[in-house]
């Protein structure tokens, strides 16, 4: 499968990944997004040297992949292009906090690399937590949950198309690319020459498309706004949930745990 | 009662050259007309005017709403059109939200719209396409889905274009036993003059955005020269070849 086929069906797999069923799918879209966002919240404000405290937060994302029947590999694997990125973000610290805070025998660890490793850290576990929202939720039902938020249905609107018109695009691109392949055997990508029509082309096929899409979604009763899946009234077991996560993040934010099990064991 | 009515409509694209000329004509209710002629005769500009897609000179009615602004919601809700182009048509991920999504944006219940969707699969024998992606499904299968998502929308009036296109002989005849049997308005734009002498009474025949021709399905599609003189042939179940 080349890049472009692969990328189309890596899109669609999100899809069908958040279609399937598990307790985390069942939960109320809502329910987990409020989660995710306090999730997020308490990760990113947990001091930058405070190692020990932000480790205990990789539960939560550990025990709802488990829940959720979606291996970590997968999130991992999807996220292969934008978890670099975010590690990448604290490379220079060790370079500019030198003060030393831990002797590991011989190795000096200075606050820079630790502080290196919680950035790290609460990059990669903010995005399995964003991750496990997307590969859980439907973009419909999340849709929906940012509405009872009253956030303007012109931007859940516009979230939703922009999932669809990407889709469309890469359609389109296949097509094109396919097409083009045909009549030019033997070489490798498109040639330069034909980088500019190939664009233009592109832009005004998928606007094409995207116009005769929206077409046919009025002629269907589109009005503005989406009718969304069906989102029942939230269960008291999602108000628990919510309230259940939003108290432990609090308390692993504000409690160091580790050091209270470890003072436990250690007397 | 007249469910559509064109008086005078003339439209051009860009262009400028009018693909639709001054024209004229009704149809009544419950009426099946066929829709032939040539590549760019102007079928498929003829139904998105009906749709008010686009928009040109004269009078068009439909139901006894005059097209304008306010009534386009009230009209577009009366008429389900089937694309010429499948991939446009449908664009949920799966069969079954695209099904539901005409139904459900106009107010009927999950309950009703569940029992629709599996009514039109059944009679047009697609309940296994129902969970299916839409990237994945075959050409003609889309073509099918399509249609089903047009019926599951039970409106008033149904606009085919192109319905048979890329579909195999039993689908082929699914589509024309399902058309047979809906009672609602219907018109169809095809080249498959097979699968309109089967489904229609009337038939108008268009060269350059204007009508040759206007009459009983029959008397017209066996007129091989008029047919000739406008790029096409007598239907095969006439041509008598043995
Ligand atoms: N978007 C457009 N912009 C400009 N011209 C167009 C556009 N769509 C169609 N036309 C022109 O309008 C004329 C009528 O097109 P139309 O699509 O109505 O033909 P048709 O009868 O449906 O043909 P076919 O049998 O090939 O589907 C053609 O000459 C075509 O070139
Ligand atoms: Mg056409």
Known sequence: ?267 | MTMIEFRNVSFSYDSGNPVVADLSFSIGRGETVGLIGANGAGKSTIMKLLLGLVTGEGEITVDGLPMNRQNLPAIRQRIGFVLQDSDNQMFMPTVYEDMIFGPRNYGVSKEETDRRVDDVLKCLGLQELKHRYNHKISGGEKRMAAIATILAMEPEMILMDEPSTALDPVNRRTVINTVNRLPQTKLIASHDLDMILDTCQRVILLAGGAIVADGDAETILRDRELLEANRMELPFCLQGRR
């Open chain 1, 1 to 267: 499968m080349d890049k472009l086929s692969q990328a189309q069906s890596e899109l669609r797999e999100m899809d069908a990944l958040a279609a399937e069923d598990s307790p985390v799918h069942r939960l109320h879209p809502l329910c987990k997004l409020l989660v995710t966002v306090c999730y997020i919240a308490a990760v990113v404000s947990f001091p930058k040297y405070d190692f020990t405290g932000l480790a205990v937060m990789v539960l939560y994302p550990a025990v709802l992949f488990q829940a959720a029947g979606i291996p970590v590999r997968t999130c991992f694997y999807k996220l292969r292009i934008v978890l670099p990125l975010v590690c990448a973000v604290g490379l220079v610290n060790p370079f500019l906090d030198r003060t030393p805070m831990l002797q590991l025998g011989m190795v000096t660890i200075t606050g820079g690399v630790i502080s290196m490793v919680t950035l790290m850290m609460k990059g990669v576990f903010s995005l399995m937590a964003s991750f496990l929202l997307i590969a859980t939720t439907t973009i419909d039902s999340l849709c929906a949950a940012l509405r009872k938020l009253h956030v303007p249905s012109i931007l859940t609107t516009l979230l939703l198309l922009t999932y669809r018109y990407i889709g469309v695009m890469l359609e389109e691109v296949t097509i094109m690319t396919e097409a083009y392949k045909l009549r030019a055997p033997g070489q490798k990508g498109i040639h330069i020459s034909a980088w500019g029509s190939f664009l233009g082309q592109l832009l005004l096929r998928s606007m094409d498309r995207a116009q005769e899409l929206f077409g046919s979604m009025l002629l269907r009763g589109f009005q503005g706004e989406f009718f969304y899946a069906d989102v029942p009234p939230c269960k008291p077991s999602g108000i628990v949930y919510t309230i259940a996560c939003a108290g432990a993040f609090l308390l692993a934010r504000l409690v160091p745990i580790a050091s209270v099990l470890g003072g436990l064991f250690v007397g």
